[in-house]
């Protein structure tokens, strides 16, 4: 007689799942290896490479004081000048005839005075020896006292003359160098318009581009190494003196002038510099970008609980963001353990165990 095999239930796959939960303690959960840094405060510089030129301390534009146009101009960008050497010369010919025209009047006008004193004094003997008025005698003074005017008046236009005649020829203010040239031979200028500009010798000073950014302040004052691009020639240091108060709209970038320190003969002018400036900007915790997550919209990280080595979410304020770290201000104690990777597994409360604790 044959035996009948078992009859077999098939349980729902839902009540599997449950009856196999309830084998397993609750609670028992695997921990999850996450990487685990240390946060510790420190010191944050701001590191720039930055390039410019040696420009000259003193730049001074130079122009005719009168308008015309230029006939010669003896000289070149680059030029070494001396105080008083002749630059360049406008067209004399309007500028010598009214020197002629001033002088030819200023000697009409002294002759003029002189027949009108040579009268008074005859008027006064005449009136002295009682053969002539005293009203003749005030006629004649009034007479000389009009030549004396308008002798004085053709002497300052004879003055003036002769200065526009100067002035038709272009002295070096200061011995320097030639850096502009900004008119030519032929060229029209007006009175005051700048035709070469002088770089005056001595003082020379460093011009830097740095980007714009809130704490630019902090460059005044600072000190800062310079190098020349092409590597010729030792480094060089200066002290940042002035800040330009806008932006340049071409480039983005704030110029930025120091002072060559003394001593050290300074490289030639025009010279491509680089700069390497380290800007303090205060104290932070440093930690790698990797760590961050957003809490409530805003930046935040996970962090572990030495004891129980469970996760918590913390919001930070991170007051700079570079392309490798982020620097953390506030939300963190001095040593906290951070977790930098495998946070996007992480949940609040959940068991994890390190991999590896960067210091």
């Not at 500028?95 to 009409?108: S, V």
């Amino acid at each position: 007689m044959r035996k009948k095999a078992p009859h077999r239930i098939a349980l729902p796959a839902a009540v599997t799942a449950g009856l196999l939960a309830l084998a397993h303690p609750l609670g028992a959960e695997t921990p999850l290896a996450v990487e685990l840094v240390t946060a510790h405060t420190a010191p944050v510089f701001l590191h720039f490479e930055l390039s410019g030129s040696i420009e000259p301390a003193e730049a001074v534009p130079v122009g005719f004081r009168t308008g015309g146009r230029i006939v010669a101009l003896k000289v070149q960008v680059g030029d070494q000048v001396a105080a008083g050497q002749v630059l360049a010369e406008l067209d004399p010919t309007q500028a010598a005839a009214a020197l002629r025209g001033a002088r030819a009047q200023a000697e009409a006008a002294a002759a003029l005075l002189k027949q009108a004193e040579q009268a008074l004094a005859r008027a006064a003997e005449l009136t002295q020896r009682g053969a002539a008025t005293q009203a003749a005698l005030d006629a004649a003074t009034e007479a000389a006292l009009s030549a004396r005017s308008a002798e004085d008046q053709a002497q300052a236009a004879l003055a003036k003359a002769r200065q526009g005649l100067d002035d038709c020829t272009l002295t070096a203010p200061a011995a320097g160098i030639v850096t502009a040239r900004a008119a030519e031979p032929g060229q029209i200028v007006g009175a005051a318009q700048t035709v070469l500009t002088i770089a005056r010798d001595g003082a020379r000073e460093a011009v830097l581009y740095v980007p714009d950014f809130p704490a630019l302040d902090r460059f005044r004052d600072r000190s800062v190494t310079l190098r020349p691009v092409d590597g010729a020639g030792p480094p060089l240091q200066a002290v940042v003196t002035e800040i330009a108060p806008l932006v340049a709209g071409a480039t983005g970038t704030v110029r930025v002038k120091g002072r060559l320190a003394e001593g050290a003969p300074p490289p030639g002018l025009g010279t491509a510099i680089v700069a390497v400036v380290d800007l303090p900007l205060g104290s932070a915790m440093a930690l790698p970008w990797t760590v961050l997550v957003t809490k409530d919209g805003g930046p935040a990280v996970w962090t572990v609980d030495p004891a129980t080595r469970r996760a918590e979410l913390r919001a930070v304020r991170v007051s700079r963001y570079t392309d490798r770290s982020i620097d953390v201000a506030e939300g963190l104690s001095e040593g906290a353990l951070v977790v930098a990777r495998g946070a996007h597994l992480l949940y609040p409360g959940r068991a994890v165990i390190a991999t590896e604790t960067t210091p």
